[in-house]
């Protein structure tokens, strides 16, 4: 099956700068990538995602890359703000594990201000 | 947030009994999941559905059962908890349209502790 890791387990930025969050896979048949963003005591949400047949993605702050041959897909923030403090989860399936996803460990993510 | 709710929210019990947790949604979405949350170790499937009735194991079943008669509902067993089965349970359901997977959007949660 699928396998995910996720890296770094802790990132401290300060408020306005950038921060990166890689993940690793392990299915080349996985097609579907997503991220989650979830706040203290809440749900995981969606906040971006990719699929194979693209190679970047943006939304306002947020951008995610996808490298298929390497197998590894990046979260990047920039501007960070105070609020973008959560744990953050990248995820892979498809393909293969159709109907499921495969999540990484998460990233506690702190910002500065 | 989609229309999914889970019963209950908290729950405290005792090790060697029967624990059921519910997950209810209300748009229609084939998928069905129950998910696990520990420290260091993400969210981790434990069992899922793809329709009424039809369900398969994730990477940590052992403990667990589930049931789906009706599209809206998900339940969750643990047969006899142990302390181990101490954590975050999250149910979460999706459509599934696209090359195989697709979103899937989380419930509140419920907080479990066996003692």
């Known amino acids: 099956g699928e396998n995910v890791e996720q890296h770094p387990s802790t990132l401290s930025v300060q408020e306005g700068d950038s921060a990166v969050i890689k993940c690793t896979y392990s299915?080349?048949?996985?097609?579907?990538f997503p991220w989650y963003k979830q706040e203290l005591g809440k749900r995981p949400q969606l906040i971006i995602d990719?699929?194979?047949?693209?190679g970047e993605k943006k939304d306002q702050r947020i951008a995610v890359t996808l490298n298929k041959t390497a197998k590894h897909f990046s979260l990047h923030i920039t501007e960070t703000q105070p609020e973008d403090s959560a744990v953050y989860f990248c995820?892979?399936?498809?393909?293969?594990?159709?109907?499921?996803?495969?999540f990484g460990q998460g990233t506690i993510l702190t910002v500065h201000p | 947030d989609a229309g999914i709710t889970q019963s209950p929210r908290h729950k405290v019990t005792e090790t060697g009994t029967p624990v059921t947790l519910r997950c209810h949604q209300t748009?229609?979405?084939?998928?069905m999941y129950w998910y696990r949350q520990d420290p260091g170790h993400g969210l981790r499937l434990i069992h899922y559905?793809?329709?009424?009735?039809?369900?398969d194991k994730g990477e940590v079943s052992d403990g667990y059962s589930v049931s789906r008669s009706k599209t809206e509902d998900f339940l969750l067993t643990l047969e006899s908890a142990t302390s181990s089965q101490t954590s975050v349970y999250f149910c979460?359901?999706?459509?599934?349209?696209?090359?195989?997977?697709?979103?899937?959007?989380f419930g509140p949660g419920t907080r479990l502790t066996v003692t």
């Open positions: 995820a892979g399936g498809g393909g293969t594990s159709y109907g499921k996803l495969t």
């Open positions: 990719i699929r194979s047949n693209v």
């Open positions: 299915d080349s048949a996985s097609n579907y």
């Open positions: 559905s793809y329709g009424v009735k039809d369900t």
């Open positions: 979460a359901i999706s459509e599934s349209r696209l090359a195989g997977v697709d979103e899937q959007y």
């Open positions: 748009e229609n979405h084939r998928y």
